[in-house]
């Protein structure tokens, strides 16, 4: 018998969001965004599972993409973040991974490395996100001095990230669109090089941004990138279902406090389960009183503060419930999104902290 917090991991739901991911711009390629572990959801057979769907995977740095080749992963890997000292570039070359340009430090270091094969060079354009990226008025010093460099081989792409693409209603994605735009059609080749835009928010929501490549991240694990519904995020399937159990249960009678620092308070006779879950486990600290579980797919509230390893949750309203019966924390009936508006977080964050000590259970 094993503690039963578990992130169980439906491979078939994350091969579903690829596919339509892959289907919303069919004549794009799809870089499946796999970094931070894949979000939180088990790097190795994300990758395994996804590998078959698309023709390369993106990551923030050597390390991951190392570990993608050390687990039989052989598609190419784009390090989003570039190299960060001038030996990265030579093993990254060695072993097919592409290289992001970010800035003018990165550029120089390719043109003076020393390669035995020429690396594939993803040039980043700051088109108003102002974080990483190079100047739009640099696109074409940067693409010209790259593309003659024996190091770097034939097959450049230009890309940008948007900052909001997320809110439907923002005209900042028409506006970096736009500068990127102006940016690249500074080159002698503006008609068919190679551009990425999208991620998630820009795939499912901007059609018109739809590049050669696009580069999904959250979405290939079932959380909609838009706080409001939408036709296609909508047909996103959860990949994390985070369970766990009820290990007691007692009651609390009025005027009586649950937990840590006496957050809450009974104010009727309750009846209050335990839940092996808990900040330990990514459950969120700040969850408030209120927050949604599902015990036996019934939505309850959580109540009381998080504990490192517990929670406890009013059932008051379901007289069955009994020690050892199923908790649905976030995934299939309750989605992380909801969980993270709660906490005053993002699923991104819930999906990605999913600490080492949650077992993940792979279906599909
Ligand atoms: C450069 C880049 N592209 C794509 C993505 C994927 O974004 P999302 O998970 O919102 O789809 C990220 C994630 O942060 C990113 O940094």
């Given at each position: 018998m094993s503690r039963p917090a578990k992130a169980y991991i439906d491979l078939l739901a994350l091969r579903h969001n690829c596919e339509l991911a892959n289907s919303l711009a069919p004549n794009s390629r799809t870089m499946a965004i796999i970094k931070a572990n894949a979000y939180g959801h088990g790097v190795l057979p994300v990758a395994r599972a996804l590998e078959p769907l698309v023709p390369a995977f993106g990551v923030t740095c050597l390390e991951e993409a190392i570990e993608l080749r050390e687990g039989g992963i052989t598609k190419p890997v784009c390090l989003l973040e570039g190299t960060f000292s001038d030996d990265e570039i030579p093993l990254a070359a060695e072993l097919g991974f592409w290289l992001s340009v970010v800035n003018k430090q990165q550029q120089q270091s390719i043109l003076r490395a020393s390669l035995k094969t020429p690396v594939t060079v993803w040039i980043c354009v700051d088109s108003g996100m102002h974080?990483?990226?190079?100047?739009?008025?640099?696109?074409?010093?940067?693409?010209?001095?790259?593309a003659a460099s024996r190091n770097v081989a034939s097959d450049i792409v230009i890309a940008t990230h948007f900052a909001c693409a997320d809110e439907l209603a923002s005209d900042l994605t028409y506006r970096q669109?736009?500068?990127?735009?102006?940016?690249?059609?500074?080159?002698?080749?503006?008609?068919?090089?190679?551009?990425?835009?999208?991620?998630?928010?820009?795939?499912?929501?901007?059609?018109?941004?739809?590049a050669d490549w696009n580069r999904p991240g959250i979405m290939l694990y079932g959380s909609s990138p838009f706080s409001v519904p939408h036709a296609e995020a909508d047909r996103l399937q959860p990949v994390m279902t985070l369970r766990s159990s009820v290990i007691a249960l007692r009651d609390v009678p009025v005027g009586d406090s649950v937990g840590y620092g006496a957050r809450w308070s009974a104010q009727r006779p309750s009846r209050i389960a335990t839940v092996a879950i808990g900040y330990g486990d990514g459950y969120p600290v700040h969850a408030p009183d209120g927050t949604p579980v599902l015990v036996n797919k019934q939505r309850c509230s959580m109540v009381g503060r998080v504990s490192m390893d517990m929670i406890t949750v009013d059932v008051t309203d379901l007289p069955t419930v009994a020690v050892g019966d199923e908790v649905i924390l976030w995934g299939k009936g309750l989605s992380v999104n909801e969980v993270a508006g709660c906490a005053g977080t993002i699923s991104y964050e819930l999906l990605t902290r999913m600490p080492r000590r949650v077992p993940r259970v792979y279906s599909g």
């Open positions: 974080r990483l990226g190079i100047a739009v008025d640099d696109i074409e010093s940067t693409y010209r001095m790259l669109l736009q500068q990127f735009k102006a940016g690249v059609a500074s080159l002698a080749n503006a008609d068919t090089v190679p551009l990425s835009l999208d991620n998630s928010a820009g795939l499912l929501g901007w059609p018109e941004t739809h």
